[in-house]
């Protein structure tokens, strides 16, 4: 049975500094792997996808990778912004996802 | 529509009542998932839909849970004789299977409570 575990749990750093986020999972038998941001009260928005057969996908500030092998992925955001502050949750699988509890990103202004 | 909508935002269901809710996927996507979230923890996968089959329903925790998708489009899950357990936000995903990936794009989900 696929578990994804991230963390750490919950984050506070200040604006401007770069950060990382860990996610592992314990079958690497995987599809793909997908990043989401949860905020307060709402749904999931999708961040990045990477496909099994890739290492890395970027958006903006944002990139992460992934080491099947090893079974884990990183996010890392760089210069954080107070509007970063979410739960970002790791998801493995392909049409039936395993998500992590997320880690709580707290960035001071 | 633009997104993955679903209705209502918020219910709340007296043990024991029966309860429906509705999500509406991205037009055109033949994907469809359930998932539920209990407060403080990630999603979990209850059921999926490929146009109209229910080809996994492997995560629905008792026979009170339903779900359908008669026309391949809208789907509704229901409950039946509701639990204090059930409370939680039900989350509805859609996808395309596109350049063999399965994004899934999620609604902004259905809190239910149950007093």
């Known amino acids: 049975k696929q578990e994804v575990t991230q963390i750490p749990a919950a984050l506070s750093v200040p604006e401007g500094e770069n950060l990382v986020l860990n996610c592992s999972f314990t079958?690497?038998?995987?599809?793909?792997l997908q990043w989401f941001r949860q905020d307060p009260g709402k749904g999931l928005t999708s961040l990045l996808l990477?496909?099994?057969?890739?290492r890395e996908q970027t958006s903006g500030r944002l990139n992460a990778s992934l080491d099947k092998s090893s079974g884990r992925s990183t996010l890392y955001i760089a210069a954080s912004q107070p509007g970063d502050s979410a739960t970002y949750l790791c998801?493995?699988?392909?049409?039936?996802?395993?998500f992590g509890a997320g880690t709580i990103l707290r960035v001071k202004s | 529509g633009a997104g993955v909508s679903q209705s209502p935002r918020y219910k709340v269901a007296k043990r024991g009542q029966d309860v429906a809710l509705r999500c509406d996927p991205i037009?055109?996507?033949?994907?469809l998932f359930w998932y539920q979230q209990a407060l403080g923890q990630g999603p979990e996968f209850l059921t999926y839909?490929?146009?109209?089959?229910?080809?996994?329903k492997s995560g629905l925790p008792s026979d009170r849970f339903f779900a359908e998708r008669p026309e391949g489009s809208v789907s509704t899950l229901k409950i039946q004789r509701t639990q204090q357990e059930d409370s939680a936000v039900y989350l509805c995903?859609?996808?395309?299977?596109?350049?063999?990936?399965?994004?899934?794009?999620f609604g902004p989900g259905t809190r239910l409570t149950v007093t």
């Open positions: 839909f490929q146009n109209e089959a229910q080809l996994d």
């Open positions: 990477i496909q099994s057969s890739q």
């Open positions: 998801a493995v699988g392909g049409n039936k996802l395993v």
């Open positions: 079958d690497s038998a995987i599809y793909n």
């Open positions: 037009s055109g996507h033949v994907s």
């Open positions: 995903a859609s996808s395309s299977l596109r350049w063999g990936t399965y994004e899934q794009y």
